[in-house]
């Protein structure tokens, strides 16, 4: 598979904005998808972007995406406590290929 | 409701001891997927079933086989479990529209079975 590559750790005091970013290699990819992971439990859906947009907006989370480069981010706004986990990025189109993940630790 | 069902949440077996870990659900998706992930990495595609048609990733071990009686299940069999296999087991669905192969895009995950190898 492709490779993904995320930074592996990013810690932020609550009331922060966290940004979490994430260098893909599939261009074929038809979305590109943030995943949440909490300890212990299996991964949950954040947020997807359509590999023909630039920005998404979802409330409290912004995704970039800059196609030439290969990169994408997440924009956590106004950290909460609750928000510390880990974050994978993936891409692919029949499978999709997952990051490390980046932890994210939110001290108060 | 949960929509993906994985049991047993946590397994430990004995070295060489084989191991069935479940997967239901309850979305009627077409594909489902089997996920391995060890501690601090990525999660590694094993295989993945679309429809009945069986997927196996090049570098799956032999140890591993898969079976997908029916739309609603689907199991992982590790017929030899080594030290090597403790890891968490995540069961993933999708729906891929047929013809043009286009997804809804998501994957809904259950919540793992934590397999331990003594």
């Known amino acids: 598979g492709e490779d993904v590559e995320q930074s592996l750790f990013l810690s932020v005091r609550e009331g922060d904005s966290s940004v979490i970013n994430c260098t893909y290699t599939d261009s074929s990819s038809t979305y590109l998808y943030w995943y949440k992971q909490e300890p212990g439990a299996g991964l949950q859906l954040l947020t997807y972007?359509?590999?023909?947009?630039d920005m998404k907006q979802d409330q409290r989370l912004t995704v970039l995406l800059n196609k030439k480069d290969k990169h994408l981010s997440l924009r956590i706004a106004d950290t909460q406590t609750g928000d510390s986990a880990i974050y994978f990025c993936?891409?692919?189109?029949?499978?999709?290929?997952f990051g490390k993940g980046t932890m994210l630790l939110v001290s108060p | 409701d949960a929509m993906v069902i994985q049991n047993p949440r946590y397994q430990v077996t004995q070295f060489g001891k084989p191991v069935t870990l479940s997967c239901s659900q309850t979305?009627?998706?077409?594909?489902m997927y089997w996920y391995q992930q060890k501690s601090s990495q990525a999660p590694k595609l094993l295989f993945h079933y679309y429809d009945k048609d069986f997927n196996n990733e090049a570098d799956t071990p032999d140890n591993f086989q898969s079976r997908r009686p029916n739309t609603s299940f689907c199991f992982l069999d590790i017929r030899s479990p080594g030290l090597g296999d403790a890891a968490m087991y995540l069961c993933?669905?999708?729906?891929?529209?047929?013809?043009?192969?286009?997804?809804?895009?998501?994957?809904?995950f259950g919540e793992g079975s934590r397999l331990t190898v003594l």
């Open positions: 972007i359509f590999s023909n947009m």
């Open positions: 979305l009627n998706h077409n594909v």
């Open positions: 993933a669905t999708r729906k891929i529209m047929g013809g043009t192969g286009m997804s809804t895009g998501e994957l809904f």
């Open positions: 993936a891409d692919g189109y029949s499978t999709l290929t």
